[in-house]
C-alpha cells in the first residue's frame, strides 16, 4: 500500500511539475486544464488594479507554504504521509431531494463548498463539484463515500452559477461539461471565464466581475468580493485569473460566500460595506500549519464571522475531500465548541438536505458523531 501510494505522488507530481515547465505532454494540453485569458479578456485582466503585470495580487501580503518547501516538495509529502483519521470509516449519511420542487429561499448543502440556493425565484449553483475526484487525476482527492447524493444531470435548469475560482475543488471540468446548456449566466472572476469559453460555454453567457463589482440577476444583487488565496490549474498558471467570494441580497436575505481563502482584515471590511449578514458561509477546514494564509483554522472562521456581522454562519471546505491533515470530522467538532456564547447561530446541516432559510438558522442534529470508533481508526 505505501509502495502504490508513492507511486501515486510521483505520477501526481510528474504532472505539476511538467506544468509549471511548460512542458509539451499531451494530457497537459487537455480541455480539462482550462485556459488562460487572451485578447478582450486578456486586456480586461490587464486593466484590473488588482493586478500586476498580469498577475493578480492579494491585499495583505501571503505565502501558499511558510515552510521551506516548495509546493511540489509539499504535495509529495502531503500525498505519501497521511495522517490519522482525514477520511471517514464508512459513508457519510446524506439526504435528497428533488431540486426542481423546491420552495423560494431554501439552501442545500452538497458538499465541500458547493451549494445549491433557490433565491428570488432563481436556481443558483455555487462551486459546484459533482463528480469523484477534485484533481486531474483519477487518483487525487477522491470524494468520501456517500458524499454525492446528486450528480449533475440531477440539477434543474440553472440561472445563475458562481465561480469563486479556479481550483480543481471548486471548478471542476467534468461537472460544467454535464451542466452546459443548462446554465443561464455563469458568473466568475477576470480570467476565469477563459476556462468556460474553452470548454463550449457561450460568451454572452459569462460575466467576468473584479472585486467589488456588482450586477442585477432579476431580484437579486450580486457583489463579487476580496479573499486571501491563489488561483492556477497547474504550478505555471498561479494567479492569472481572480479569485473571491460573493454577497447575495435579495429583499429579504442577505448572504456571503467567502470562497477559499485565510483570515485578514478582509472580513472586517466586507462586513462594513456589504453586512451585516443574515447567513455566511465560510471557508472552515484544510487549514494546516504549513499554509496558515490560505485557508482559515476554525477559531479563525469563527471570528470573522462576528466581523461579518452574521447572524448565522454556516462552514464550508469540509465534508468531501480530504485537503490537509486533520480529522476529517475535526472542523465541526471545533465550530460546535466554539459556538458558544457567540451571537451567531451556528448552522452544520446533512449533506443534501433542504433547509428553508430564517435569519437565525436551526440548529442541526450533529450527524457526524457516531460514525467513527472513539479512539484511533483511519
Aim: proline content about 6%; charged content about 20%.
Amino acid at each position: 500500500m505505501r509502495r502504490r501510494t508513492f507511486l501515486k505522488a510521483l505520477a501526481c507530481a510528474g504532472v505539476m511539475a511538467a506544468g509549471a515547465g511548460g512542458g509539451g505532454m499531451l494530457f497537459l494540453k487537455s480541455g480539462r486544464f482550462g485556459a488562460l485569458p487572451e485578447g478582450a479578456e486578456l486586456a480586461r485582466v490587464l486593466a484590473s488594479p488588482h493586478q500586476a503585470g498580469g498577475v493578480f495580487q492579494n491585499f495583505e501580503p501571503m505565502r501558499i507554504m511558510t515552510t521551506n518547501d516548495n509546493m511540489l516538495v509539499g504535495l509529495i509529502r502531503w500525498l505519501t504521509t497521511r495522517a490519522e483519521r482525514t477520511k471517514p470509516a464508512v459513508p457519510l449519511p446524506g439526504a435528497r431531494e428533488n431540486l426542481a420542487a423546491l420552495h423560494d429561499d431554501t439552501i442545500v448543502w452538497l458538499g465541500h463548498s458547493s451549494f445549491f440556493l433557490r433565491l428570488a425565484g432563481l436556481n443558483i449553483l455555487v462551486d459546484p463539484v459533482l463528480s469523484d475526484y477534485a484533481s486531474p487525476v483519477f487518483f487525487a482527492n477522491r470524494a468520501f463515500a456517500g458524499t454525492l447524493p446528486y450528480l449533475a444531470r440531477d440539477m434543474p435548469a440553472i440561472d445563475l452559477l458562481l465561480v469563486s475560482h479556479d481550483h480543481w475543488d471548486h471548478l471542476d471540468y467534468a461537472t460544467l461539461q454535464a451542466l452546459k446548456g443548462r446554465v443561464r449566466l455563469a458568473v466568475c472572476g477576470l480570467g476565469t471565464g477563459a476556462h468556460l469559453l474553452r470548454w463550449g460555454y457561450e460568451a454572452e453567457r459569462v460575466r467576468e466581475l473584479d472585486w467589488e463589482d456588482s450586477l442585477e440577476v432579476g431580484g437579486l444583487g450580486l457583489t463579487m468580493t476580496t479573499s486571501r488565496h491563489f488561483s492556477g490549474r497547474t504550478l505555471s498558471d498561479r494567479d492569472r485569473a481572480l479569485w473571491g467570494g460573493f454577497v447575495l441580497e435579495t429583499a429579504r436575505r442577505k448572504i456571503y460566500f467567502s470562497g477559499d481563502g485565510g483570515y485578514g482584515r478582509h472580513f472586517a471590511d466586507i462586513g462594513r460595506r456589504h453586512g451585516p449578514f443574515d447567513l455566511v458561509l465560510l471557508d472552515s477546514g484544510q487549514y494546516n500549519v504549513k499554509w496558515p494564509h490560505v485557508h482559515m483554522f476554525p477559531e479563525q472562521a469563527a471570528q470573522a464571522a462576528e466581523d461579518l456581522g452574521a447572524c448565522s454562519f454556516m462552514p464550508a471546505h469540509i465534508g468531501r475531500f480530504c485537503l490537509s491533515e486533520h480529522p476529517w470530522d475535526e472542523p465541526f467538532r471545533r465550530q460546535e465548541e466554539l459556538a458558544r456564547g457567540r451571537p451567531y447561530s451556528l448552522f452544520q446541516p446533512l449533506i443534501g438536505k433542504a433547509v428553508p432559510l430564517e435569519r437565525r438558522m436551526p440548529a442541526q442534529p450533529c450527524w457526524w458523531e457516531g460514525l467513527e470508533p472513539a479512539e484511533g481508526g483511519k
